[in-house]
T-cell receptor, first 116, second 115 residues
């Protein structure tokens, strides 16, 4: 149980275009999802917290207008990287917390974004 | 959240037990110890967590010292597939409110299991 699915697993896009990444909780409802970013040889850095039905909360230094987050249902959150640039190339990972507070946080398998 | 300290890297022979230490000397009474691992180019995988009692599941055992200032993750029979970065994270647990689940990752321990 507790499967989090991300799509796509990898994407290549041209500079200036937008890319949408989906994060789904497959077998549980997630009131809260988290988006992380990981650059090569570095640890995961939290970008934002996505709450179902409300606005996302962004970490300091993360541009909310560039990284649009939508959490429209209890099983789906999306991250859209707008006007992507090569420096946005990274590994984006989502995680989800079930409504049952006793369950641990589970992660998707990540999306490798390459902006050319 | 309490800060954790882990060795940068460790080696282990296949079939032997891998013991990964973590120091968290500033841990608070309501903070849990979580362990995750990340295999190359994948998302982190939950392993185990605990508050003060030792815990065991199908993947690993977690030993927490009586003063809770340190813990050890034990992989009883390491395999080559256990090669990964292991993260020890201290965080307020399930009753910690709406921010529960917001994990702060350090650099972790790179565990290499060799034949």
């Amino acid at each position: 149980g507790a499967v989090v699915s991300q799509h796509p697993s990898w994407v290549i896009c041209k500079s200036g275009t937008s890319v949408k990444i989906e994060c789904r909780s497959l077998d549980f409802q997630a009131t809260t999802m988290f988006w992380y970013r990981q650059f090569p040889k570095q640890s995961l850095m939290l970008m934002a917290t996505s709450n179902e039905g409300s606005k996302a909360t962004y970490e300091q230094g993360v541009e909310k207008d560039k990284f649009l987050i939508n959490h429209a249902s209890l099983t789906l959150s999306t991250l859209t990287v707008t006007s992507a640039h090569p420096e946005d190339s990274s590994f984006y990972i989502c995680s989800a917390r079930a409504t049952d507070p006793r369950s641990p946080l589970h992660f998707g398998n990540g999306t490798r974004l390459t902006v050319t | 959240d309490a800060k954790t300290t882990q060795p940068t890297s460790m080696d282990c022979a296949e079939g032997r037990a891998a013991n990964l230490p973590c120091n968290h000397s500033t841990i608070s009474g309501n903070e849990y110890v979580y362990w995750y691992r990340q295999i190359h180019s994948q998302g982190p995988q939950y392993i185990i967590h605990g508050l003060k009692n030792n815990e065991t599941n199908e993947m690993a055992s977690l030993i927490i010292t009586e003063d809770r200032k340190s813990s050890t993750l034990i992989l009883p029979h390491a395999t080559l597939r256990d090669t990964a970065v292991y993260y020890c994270i201290v965080r307020v647990g399930p009753a910690g409110g709406t921010s529960y689940g917001k994990l702060t990752f350090g650099q972790g321990t790179i565990l290499t299991v060799h034949p």
